[in-house]
């Protein structure tokens, strides 16, 4: 994996990155207004979300993962020999006794809403009253406020210098700092290799929704709002997002959809069944059969991206979705899986 990044970042003409130094331990890093402090690279760590898991996959530190959790998709190809050696300790939230039964000395988390002050998994606190660093990705509490909301509002725009942030600190963390620049090297050849699809494209007139799920077919979907992740990838291809709400993941009426006639949907793809709609095929079938949507001009012209859902998310994936969206909007047509 090392060798792939160091050819990636010679592509990029950034092999001449500066050596970093090696981390000076005690190390405290501010995370999210909470101090975290480190008296040595962590042997032992756990994940709880797909994103912090395939950062530190993409860090070649697979070996130090001793639990992972909350998954959306399956892990990357890559991956897979690395994430079979791993414990799953759940598919979706695991308990706080799963957590601190693998003695890890540091905890990963992808969202607030699993470890903070509402955390279902627990509080900071009560991770740090047991000697246990928690590490927040920033993307999801720098500019965001996740006690509005189920999944929190977005106070900012939702800055991709979070996910370098996250491979950054990360790497400082674990001291291998150099594996760091090569990957968020390779994270900016992706998305400004996204970006030179579109070049001298007129996208003004387009628009797009996220449909992520639903808790039930019957009922208004999960789709993303303005300013958060889902919505900066279609800012940074040139695409509006029909969706108002500043909510992460809010939810809206398919009339509403329909009134908004979005040129594309683009729907999450999903290995969880936490809901009927994480079926990315029971999209479809909704979409081609409902009363209301298959009359929308996306559905009648097969304007339908399948994403995986973890690219709708902060981390290594994202870029790679930005790649598959800017070649259906280059080229007008989705490609089916």
């Not at 799953?88 to 002050?117: C, H, Y």
């Not at 210098?161 to 994270?187: C, H, M, P, W």
Request: hydrophobic fraction near 40%.
């Amino acid at each position: 994996m090392l060798a792939r990044l160091i050819t990636l970042a010679a592509t990029f003409s950034l092999a001449g990155l500066a050596q970093a130094a090696a981390t000076q331990y005690p190390l405290t890093i501010d995370n999210c207004g909470k101090p975290q402090t480190f008296a040595q690279a962590p042997e032992r760590a756990v994940t709880i979300g797909q994103a912090g898991t395939e950062i530190l996959y993409s860090l070649g530190l697979g070996d130090k993962l001793v639990g992972t959790s909350l998954w959306f998709n399956n892990v990357l190809p890559e991956f897979k020999a690395q994430n079979d050696k791993v414990e799953r300790l759940a598919d979706n939230d695991p308990s706080f006794e799963a957590v601190i039964g693998k003695r890890p000395q540091l905890l990963t988390v992808q969202f607030e809403w699993m470890v903070g002050p509402q955390g279902v998994v627990g509080t900071r606190e009560q991770f740090s009253d047991l000697k246990i660093p928690t590490y927040l990705l920033p993307s999801d509490c720098e500019g965001k406020d996740n006690l509005v909301g189920a999944d929190g509002t977005r106070t900012q725009n939702f800055q991709i210098d979070t996910i370098y942030k996250s491979v950054s600190q990360l790497a400082e963390i674990f001291d291998v700092q150099e594996r760091g620049q090569q990957l968020n090297a390779e994270l900016k050849g992706r998305l400004d290799n996204a970006t030179r699809k579109l070049a001298g494209k007129d996208l003004s007139n387009t628009s797009a929704v996220f449909w992520f799920s639903s808790a039930d077919l019957e009922i208004d979907p999960y789709v993303a709002g303005r300013q958060g992740v889902a919505d900066f990838m279609l800012q940074t291809l040139g695409v509006r997002n029909v969706v108002e709400s500043s909510e992460e993941w809010p939810t809206v009426g398919w009339e509403t959809l329909a009134k908004a006639n979005p040129t594309w949907i683009i729907i999450a793809r999903m290995d969880r069944r936490r809901f009927p709609a994480d079926d990315f095929q029971k999209k479809l079938e909704f979409l081609h059969q409902d009363p209301v949507t298959k009359n929308m001009d996306a559905v009648k012209n097969n304007r339908i991206i399948i994403l995986d859902a973890d690219a709708m998310q902060a981390g290594v994936r994202l870029f790679r979705g930005l790649e598959t969206l800017a070649s259906a909007f280059a080229s007008g047509k989705a490609e089916q899986p």
